[in-house]
């Protein structure tokens, strides 16, 4: 198994996490399917954008 595997399957594992916490978010269900899809999208980048900023007080 090579190290691009592996990363690979770190970055899906981290983005499934992050849908998850999308879904069970207090926010509207507009905006968890835009930031699913930016997710989706933007495997690495969109998870972390969305950890950064993406999150409520309330959720974090």
Excluded at 22 to 38: D, E
Aim: glycine share 8%; hydrophobic share 60%; net charge positive.
């Amino acid at each position: 198994m090579s190290s691009y595997s592996l990363l690979g399957i770190v970055v899906v594992v981290l983005d499934v996490i992050a849908i998850i916490s999308i879904l069970l978010g207090s926010a509207r269900v507009g905006h968890k399917v835009l930031w699913i899809v930016v997710v989706l999208l933007f495997p690495l980048v969109g998870m972390i954008v969305y950890y950064l900023v993406g999150r409520s007080p309330r959720d974090a």
